[in-house]
């Protein structure tokens, strides 16, 4: 997986990864490879323990409640998980990489998603990280939206609240005599 200009893949495998945690380090390479990410080298248990910790400091990038705040959680994020930027042709075209060569899996997924999500944020918005919007719901999501106001993880989400949120308005109100 390369990062996009919008780190929209990486920001995507980091929400789904965080909303249902791997178990084994054979699943997280299998659904990082089906997240488009080649992984080339071993994924060992290691690994896995790492990014379930990344996943903790991420979401807590998610539920930081303004700005400046997500923002210097995310600088911590970058000061431990990216290096200086460089450019490679590992893969036959010029590109970045934003960490040293030969680094675990679990370094390279970490700088992964600490630098697609600082792309997405600055590309689209610092508000595109968030919860789903049906309390007992909480998915994370990444909001890649047309117009930024993503509120549910699903449909579903939606369909349920917007359920929800008629009955509420159908139900008669006690005392508001009406004549
Ligand atoms: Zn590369
Ligand atoms: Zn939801």
Request: charged letters at 25%; glycine letters at 8%; hydrophobic letters at 40%.
């Amino acid at each position: 997986m390369h990062l996009n200009p919008y780190g929209e893949s990486a920001v995507h495998l980091a929400a789904a990864l965080a909303n249902r945690r791997p178990g084994t380090a054979e699943e997280l390479a299998d659904r990082c490879r089906a997240a488009g990410l080649v992984v080339d080298g071993p994924v060992r248990p290691a690994d896995l323990a790492r990014i379930l910790a990344l996943l903790d400091t991420w979401e807590s990038v998610v539920d930081a409640t303004d700005e400046r705040e997500r923002a210097e959680r995310l600088n911590r994020m970058l000061a431990a998980d990216a290096a200086h930027p460089r450019l490679t042709d590992h893969t036959g075209g010029w590109h970045l990489h934003y960490r040293d060569d030969h680094q675990s899996f679990g370094a390279v997924l970490s700088t992964l998603i600490a630098v697609g999500t600082a792309f997405h944020l600055v590309g689209r918005g610092m508000h595109r990280l968030g919860r789903c919007a049906v309390a007992e719901c909480a998915t994370v999501f990444a909001d890649t939206t047309r117009t930024g106001r993503k509120r549910y993880c699903t449909q579903r989400c939606a369909n349920r609240d917007a359920v929800r949120r008629h009955r509420r308005a159908a139900r008669p109100t006690n005392g508001s005599a009406r004549a």
